[in-house]
């Protein structure tokens, strides 16, 4: 597992650099390079796992989703809203397959998605 060519897997090991906002024991978020809104913000699990497909620990998945909760309040947008989305495959544009799920916020978020 460490010997993966991962791009996020390279980012928990500190060999690419990124704006990194949040650490935990099981978790790293960072910066998304390309951000979608104000604040867009990618947290993933330090072990790899490709896709949400191939999870199969609910603490690993939940872990997630409540970083992102703790991102967005000192980011300054829980109360105004914001979003946590985990794209999956290819038809939804998944790109890096090590699971992430995107924190997008500070502006109106248009439903439905593109
Ligand atoms: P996906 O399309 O797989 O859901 O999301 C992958 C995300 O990773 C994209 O939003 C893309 O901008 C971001 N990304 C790709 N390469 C890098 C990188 O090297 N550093 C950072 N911080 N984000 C990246
Ligand atoms: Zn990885």
Redesign the pocket.
């Known amino acids: 597992m460490s010997e993966s060519p991962c ?1 996020f897997c390279s ?1 928990v090991r500190g060999e ?1 650099s ?2 990194i906002v949040a650490e935990t024991p099981e978790c790293i978020a ?5 951000p ?1 809104a104000p604040v ?1 913000v ?1 947290i993933i699990p330090r072990e790899h796992i490709g896709s949400l497909n191939d999870a199969t620990d609910a603490m690993t998945i939940g872990r997630l989703s409540l970083l992102a909760v703790e991102i967005a309040r000192k980011e300054g947008i829980a109360e105004s809203g914001y979003r946590t ?1 985990i ?1 999956t495959n290819a038809a ?5 397959f090590h699971v ?1 799920l ?1 924190l997008l916020g500070g502006r109106t978020l248009h439903w439905p998605p593109g």
């Open positions: 791009l980012v690419i990124a704006t960072f910066r998304d390079i390309n979608q867009h990618l989305v794209n939804a544009g998944q790109t890096v992430h995107h």
